[in-house]
């Protein structure tokens, strides 16, 4: 079963935590792991564990340019953004 992450942002209400933002769950880019977000930054902050040993090979390439950086970012926020949202709360 692959790796699950998650980043949940959650707002006291007179009813209890509620999320604020509609949740997204996506795979890694690289592998079968997922994770979960509210926003783009909250979905990349529950990959980075994950970022950081199973594909830490593939991060930690040195012959990838900031420009390379900048692109595999925009690339993985537009898969984010057509992402479906998982709940409404």
Known sequence: ???????????PTPYGKYSINPMKNLKCDLCEATAKGETFEAWMDALKPHYGVPDAEVMNDFSKTKEDMEKWLAENKARFEAAPVINTY
Request: cysteine-free; overall charge negative; hydrophobic content about 55%.
């Open 1 to 11: 079963m692959p790796l699950q992450y998650y980043a949940v942002i959650e707002a």
